[in-house]
């Protein structure tokens, strides 16, 4: 679960490439990827078995662990929709995922929407219980329409960073009725660092001057490395 309020909607296999070739195709826009690389968690969990990933996985969690997750915990609220069992267990994917990568490109910071704080901080703790290692997160806010939803790709009323996907008059209407919601969201960061935090993994470095309606950046910037 990310802040959704329905389940996922299963894509084939030939949507997931060609999505994936579409998202290095933006990113090239902004990163060099001769210095960097983009990886697919497919090529690790294609070989793995189910039994394997309980096993060294799952175990270091406990289903008290994983309802106290805001993002989990707002799903199961929900009586009409609930969550699914492979929606419920993402979370040890994206845990295991971060540990992969620390293992092979010793990666030790992974930065997501608010949304994913529960996922990412799964991943801290999966890292300090198998490796017992150090690892950190930072969450950056969402943006958010005029009733609180963030734009989701899948939402209606989305915004698209791919040229030609949303037309520009679409980007000048969205942006005049989002109430604020940007600005009121822009000094929002959150950081976490698993083992000098008592271990409870939160940490909020920096905040929004709510008063004044917009980020304060003496708040923000006195907090930020």
């Known amino acids: 679960p990310s802040g959704k309020a329905g389940e996922r909607k299963l894509q084939p296999l030939e ?34 078995s189910y039994l394997e990933f309980l096993r060294d996985t799952g175990k270091h969690f406990t289903v008290n662990m994983m ?34 990568l620390l293992d092979h490109y010793d990666c030790r910071l992974q930065i997501g929407g608010s949304e994913q704080w529960g996922n990412i901080t799964a991943g801290l703790e999966l890292i300090r219980r198998r490796r017992g290692k150090e690892a950190y997160a ?3 806010p969402l943006l958010l329409d ?11 009323g989305a915004v698209w960073n791919g040229r030609g ?15 604020g919601t940007l600005a009121s969201g822009a000094g929002d960061v959150t950081c976490s660092n698993w083992t000098s935090n008592k271990g409870d993994g939160s940490a909020l470095v920096g905040h929004h001057d709510k008063q004044g309606g917009g980020a304060n950046p003496n708040s923000w910037n006195s907090a930020h490395p």
Not at 146 to 156: D, V
């Open 15 to 48: 949507d997931i490439e060609r999505n994936q070739a579409l998202i290095v195709k933006q990113l090239e826009r902004f990163l060099d990827f001769s210095h960097g690389v983009m990886v697919n968690n497919s090529d690790w969990f294609r070989g793995m």
């Open 67 to 100: 309802l106290a997750k805001e993002s989990v915990n707002a799903r199961i609220g929900d009586h009409q929709s609930g969550i699914s069992y492979t929606e419920f267990s993402y979370m040890l994917i994206q845990a295991y995922d971060f540990l992969w």
């Open 138 to 140: 930072i969450t950056l």
């Open 146 to 156: 005029s009733s609180g939803k963030k734009f989701g790709k899948t939402e209606k």
């Open 165 to 179: 996907d949303t037309p520009n008059m679409h980007d000048i209407l969205t942006g005049s009725n989002m109430d």
